[in-house]
C-alpha cells in the first residue's frame, strides 16, 4: 500500500509552466512503483498524461502532452514530478498521481489502485 500526496497546482495563464509533485506520505516507498498522473476536465472522464517505471529510465505520454509536459521521479526524496510547459487552456483539469505495481504498465485508470486526492490546475487562456 502507499498514501499519494500532490502538489503544485494553480491557476496560470495560456504559455505559463507548472510543477506538480506527487509524494508518498506513508506506505511502501514510492521507489516500488509505477507512477503515472491522470487528468480530469469537468465534465469529462479522466485520462492518462504521463507515467514513469520504477527506475525512471522510461517515461510514455499522451499524445496531447508529448513535448510540453515532463515526468520524472527522484526515489531518494520519494517524489515524481510531472513539469509541464506551455500550457494551454485544454490543459485545464483536476490531475491525480496514482501508483502501480502492475508490469503491463497500464494507461487505463483501472489498472491502479492507488490515488492521491488530486491538484487543480487551472490555465486562462
Known amino acids: 500500500q502507499v498514501q499519494l500526496v500532490e502538489s503544485g497546482g494553480g491557476s496560470v495563464q495560456a504559455g505559463d509552466s507548472l510543477r506538480l509533485s506527487c509524494r508518498a506520505a506513508?506506505?511502501?516507498?514510492?521507489?516500488?512503483?509505477?507512477v503515472s498522473w491522470f487528468r480530469q476536465a469537468p465534465g469529462k472522464e479522466r485520462e492518462f498524461a504521463a507515467r514513469i517505471t520504477r527506475s525512471g529510465y522510461e517515461t510514455q505520454y499522451a499524445d496531447s502532452v508529448k513535448g510540453r509536459f515532463a515526468i520524472s521521479r527522484d526515489n531518494t526524496e520519494n517524489t515524481v514530478t510531472l513539469q509541464m510547459n506551455s500550457l494551454k487552456a485544454e490543459d485545464t483539469a483536476v490531475y491525480f498521481c496514482a501508483a502501480t505495481a502492475a508490469v503491463s504498465l497500464p494507461y487505463s485508470s483501472n489498472g491502479y489502485p492507488y490515488w492521491g486526492q488530486g491538484t487543480q490546475v487551472f490555465v486562462s487562456s
Open positions: 506513508s506506505g511502501r516507498p514510492l521507489s516500488n512503483w509505477i
